[in-house]
């Protein structure tokens, strides 16, 4: 069962734009993840957000947790070519060992 | 840095073959994950190992089994692979605790195809 719900689908932009994806999730969470995943290739994590916080940066990304709505969003600022990926939202799940992934967000920036 | 290594990054098999898809992980992480990729349902656990010879069935078991006997190794199993086993499976580990499921490791992906 999906947890998490990423919104738009698909998502193109030009190079310097920034871009934003959402999440949004069904069941009261501990933590809220995003993982980056380049075509064909295995997931790499790239922030998490706690239910306590509201907001968190790293470099270009920053991350926002609405846990009244259950939802996230992550926005990427001054995207470049490199940026295109697969993004994914994930959250935990009651028992602690299982981490559930939305379908994702494919990102396209043209240069 | 961790890394999650996955025998194959191609497969291809015949339907009812037995299939073993190995991973190894080099971050003594006492958690591993086997998850399968399909276009729009993004990614669903198959299987999940918490300690040396421990698993627990993950969402999608059927048809699957794994095996943990190292604590670096976790093998996926499929008994008689059919045609709707074709995906892209992920393998990944995260250590133990309160961190378990904070941050996962992935390794590369298999990509099998089953005719």
């Known amino acids: 069962s999906q947890q998490g719900e990423e919104d738009p689908q698909a998502l193109s932009i030009q190079e310097g734009e920034n871009a934003t994806m959402n999440c949004s999730y069904k069941?009261?969470?501990?933590?809220l993840q995003w993982y980056r995943q380049n075509s064909g290739r295995g997931l790499v994590h790239l922030i998490l957000?706690?239910?306590?916080?509201r907001e968190k940066h790293s470099g270009r990304l920053r991350v926002t947790l609405d846990t009244s709505k259950k939802s996230s969003s992550l926005l990427i600022t001054a995207s470049r070519a490199a940026d295109t990926a697969s993004y994914f939202c994930?959250?935990?799940?009651?028992?602690?060992?299982?981490?559930?992934f939305g379908a994702g967000t494919r990102l396209f920036v043209k240069a | 840095d961790v890394k999650v290594t996955q025998s194959s990054r191609y497969l291809v098999k015949r339907t009812g073959e037995k299939v073993f898809l190995e991973c190894v992980q080099d971050?003594?992480?006492?958690?591993m994950f086997w998850y399968r990729q399909d276009p729009g349902l993004g990614l669903r656990l198959i299987y999940f190992?918490?300690?040396?010879?421990?698993?627990e069935k993950g969402d999608i078991p059927e048809g699957y089994s794994v095996s943990r006997e190292k604590k670096e190794r976790f093998s996926l199993i499929l008994e008689s692979a059919s045609t709707n086993q074709t995906s892209m499976y992920l393998c990944?580990?995260?250590?133990?605790?309160?961190?378990?499921?904070?941050?996962?490791?992935f390794g590369s992906g298999t990509q099998l195809s089953v005719l």
């Open positions: 069941t009261s969470i501990n933590n």
């Open positions: 994930a959250t935990d799940r009651e028992g602690g060992f299982k981490t559930i």
């Open positions: 971050m003594d992480h006492e958690n």
């Open positions: 990944a580990s995260s250590p133990p605790g309160l961190a378990s499921n904070e941050k996962l490791f």
């Open positions: 190992s918490y300690d040396v010879k421990m698993k």
């Open positions: 957000i706690r239910s306590n916080e």
